[in-house]
């Protein structure tokens, strides 16, 4: 039984290094790149700004949107 937990160890291991090297993980990080404003200012809240970023400057290179500030803009991000 040791030693079928340690093959399952060792092979949830090399998967975990193996996505951490790759761009699966990398790819939901890497969306920090400003790319625009999108929208009127404030930013209504029940519309979506993911959606209005995408509308604005299509998907790619959008890939992220936030309403952020004092002034609730919504913020259109793209990969770097």
Known sequence: MGRNM????????LLV????????MKSVDACK???GECGP???PA?????TCCVNKYGS???????????????H???LP
């Open 60 to 74: 790619p290179p959008a890939c992220r949107g936030v309403v952020e500030g004092t002034d609730k803009h919504c």
């Open 41 to 43: 200012a404030p930013f």
């Open 33 to 35: 790149t400003f790319l």
């Open 17 to 24: 290094l193996l996505a951490a090297s790759t761009e699966i």
């Open 46 to 50: 029940t519309d979506d700004c993911f």
């Open 6 to 13: 340690n093959s399952v160890s060792y092979t949830v291991l």
């Open 76 to 78: 259109c991000y793209q």
